[in-house]
């Protein structure tokens, strides 16, 4: 079915737009740009260079795609934001393109990006996560499948965010933060394991507690994260969810939140 395009959009003839879309009156579309399937945009949009979006997504009022990276080692390079299928991203949303040559900013599938949420250049975004109002995201950063940001939440730069972690409203943080916990508070404190979430994705409630007792030993303990990834292997019964924490303290390189 041809896309339903409004005469008042100003559209580059170079974009590549797919079947069944909808783009409403005052929609901006620069020239190197590539929009899938079934997807609706509302008015005052801007989608700029570089931008590759898939099937079913809705972009809200006055937001932003590949604006340029907000970064002063950027020269001009030809890089790209790619945003998987099934996404909302609400009003005043933006998304910085990469800042070196191929450098690509990474939104997946199924996310939520509330009003006025900033995602900086190269950071990669997994599956279903959901980022509260005016969340702001540095530059360089992981995000996991399943996180959620409350309100007002700053990530700072090359940091990550591990599997189905919560970040509380306003926390602002410089380290990782580990998979299946909540975290937040100024300074940034250990909040627990994030049963609701784990209980969401099937995580048995056995499990559950297993992953408790390695944050345990991680958060209550008084030694390194180097002796505490020891103590994991030794004393919680293995399992997929452990073996990712595991994996994941191992690489850290900014290191771990209250640590």
Known sequence: MASEISPKAEISPKAKIGNNCKIFPFVYIEDDVEIGDNCIIFPFVSICNGSRIGNNNKIHQGSVIAALPQDFNFRGAKSYVKIGNDNVIRENVVINRGTNRDGCTVIGNSNFLLEGTHI???????????????VKIAGDCEIHNGVIFSSSAIQNANTRV??????????????DIPPFVVAGGKPIEYGGPNTTMMTEAGIEPKLQKHIANAYRLLFHGKTSTFDVINQIKDQVPDSPEIQTIIQFLENTKRGIMCK
């Open 120 to 134: 900086s250049h190269d950071t990669v975004v997994g599956d279903y996560c959901v980022f509260g109002y005016g």
């Open 162 to 175: 591990g599997r189905l972690a919560m970040v509380q409203a306003g926390t602002s943080f410089s380290h």
